[in-house]
């Protein structure tokens, strides 16, 4: 079988309901584990998400065009409602008789984890139910806005539910996130970069945790960019290469040196990077050299390479 998940809004403009939680975030987490359970099972599934619109209109219009290029057998579109904080309970939208037998068996399945039966309803009014070539549903799973809906829900069993209404099929259990240790690769490289103070995209010191993650590749990308390399963020032998020259605190005077520890040098004091020690750098050495108090000479030496790195 071939399904179409549309998980519901998340394209701005066209955004979901607001309650004790959003919708955006509900759809997202539900519809995400919709897709990979029916594809654990062996369906196959289009994600009908489009990554960005101009309209609402345009948002609705680009998700029923992927399920109706992409032929799927059927198309389910997944929500959740917000009213008066007080209404709560499931209902599924459907406007034909195969939709309906679609429909009935995904809200009996939604009401047994406990929420109020609101049951199959017309949709012959959305759109999303309106243009599509295939069979259409859209669910919406509860009520954003309802303590008593919001105490019920878990992304995980509804997830479940969806899929074996849609199947008849249990979906089986997600494997248990692989454990993530830290590393002593990824630790030196975040006490180095601090130590170079190069920060992440945000400007911020890097967490010395030993955890890849996304503020630790900006910072490498950044201290690649300062080095002239190619920045994958990946720090691999010719970054580390680059590094150790810096460290090795080279003494660096005006018309003599060139490389890595020049360009680190010229980015510490504010100058534009080529690597070549020039008019320019040396200006930008001999102000840093005042303001830290030091000999006032133009040469990098140990006392330069103290204030800069340690």
Same mark, same amino acid.
């Given at each position: 079988?071939?399904?179409?998940?549309?998980? %519901?809004?998340? *394209?701005?403009?066209?955004?979901?309901?607001?309650?004790?939680?959003?919708?955006?975030?509900?759809?997202?987490?539900?519809?995400?584990?919709?897709?990979?359970?029916?594809?654990?099972?062996?369906?196959?599934?289009?994600?009908?998400?489009?990554?960005?619109?101009?309209?609402?209109?345009?948002?609705?219009?680009?998700?029923?065009? /992927?399920?109706?290029? &992409?032929?799927?057998? /059927? #198309?389910?579109?997944?929500? #959740? &409602?917000?009213?008066?904080?007080?209404?709560?309970?499931?209902?599924?939208?459907?406007?034909?008789?195969?939709?309906?037998?679609?429909?009935?068996?995904?809200?009996?399945?939604?009401?047994?984890?406990?929420?109020?039966?609101?049951?199959?309803?017309?949709?012959?009014?959305?759109?999303?139910?309106?243009?599509?070539?295939?069979?259409?549903?859209?669910?919406?799973?509860?009520?954003?806005?309802? +303590?008593?809906?919001?105490?019920? #829900?878990?992304?995980? +069993?509804?997830?479940?539910?969806?899929?074996?209404?849609?199947?008849?099929?249990?979906?089986?259990?997600?494997?248990?996130?692989? /454990?993530?240790?830290?590393?002593?690769?990824?630790?030196?490289?975040?006490?180095?970069?601090?130590?170079?103070?190069?920060?992440?995209?945000?400007?911020?010191?890097?967490?010395?945790?030993? #955890?890849?993650?996304?503020?630790?590749?900006?910072?490498?990308?950044?201290?690649?960019?300062?080095?002239?390399?190619?920045?994958?963020?990946?720090?691999?032998?010719?970054?580390?290469?680059?590094?150790?020259?810096?460290? *090795?605190?080279?003494?660096?005077?005006?018309?003599?040196?060139?490389?890595?520890?020049?360009?680190?040098?010229?980015?510490?004091?504010? /100058?534009?990077?080529?690597?070549?020690? %020039?008019?320019?750098?040396?200006?930008?050495?001999?102000?840093?050299?005042?303001?830290?108090?030091?000999?006032?000479?133009?040469?990098?030496?140990?006392?330069?390479?103290?204030?800069?790195?340690?």
């Amino acid at each position: 079988m071939k399904y179409g998940i549309d998980i %519901g809004h998340n *394209a701005p403009p066209d955004t979901g309901a607001r309650g004790i939680r959003f919708e955006d975030e509900m759809t997202m987490a539900v519809g995400t584990r919709v897709i990979n359970k029916l594809r654990s099972l062996g369906h196959t599934v289009v994600s009908c998400l489009p990554r960005s619109a101009s309209s609402v209109t345009n948002s609705l219009w680009q998700r029923c065009n /992927v399920a109706n290029l &992409n032929r799927v057998d /059927v #198309f389910v579109s997944i929500h #959740f &409602n917000a009213f008066n904080r007080t209404v709560n309970g499931t209902e599924v939208f459907a406007a034909s008789e195969t939709g309906e037998k679609i429909a009935a068996p995904v809200l009996r399945e939604i009401v047994a984890l406990g929420f109020n039966n609101r049951g199959v309803k017309n949709g012959a009014h959305l759109y999303v139910i309106r243009n599509t070539s295939s069979p259409a549903i859209l669910v919406e799973c509860c009520f954003c806005d309802s +303590k008593r809906d919001m105490d019920l #829900f878990d992304p995980e +069993k509804m997830a479940n539910a969806i899929v074996k209404g849609l199947t008849g099929q249990v979906p089986k259990p997600e494997p248990p996130p692989a /454990v993530v240790r830290p590393s002593a690769e990824v630790l030196e490289l975040q006490r180095t970069l601090n130590r170079l103070r190069i920060p992440d995209r945000n400007g911020q010191r890097l967490a010395e945790d030993g #955890f890849a993650g996304s503020a630790t590749t900006s910072a490498t990308q950044r201290l690649q960019a300062i080095l002239g390399l190619v920045t994958d963020g990946v720090a691999g032998d010719r970054t580390w290469i680059n590094v150790r020259q810096i460290l *090795a605190k080279p003494i660096l005077r005006p018309n003599q040196t060139s490389g890595p520890a020049v360009r680190y040098v010229q980015y510490r004091v504010g /100058v534009d990077i080529d690597g070549i020690y %020039g008019p320019g750098t040396l200006a930008a050495v001999q102000r840093f050299q005042s303001q830290n108090k030091l000999t006032v000479d133009g040469i990098i030496g140990p006392q330069v390479w103290a204030a800069l790195i340690g």
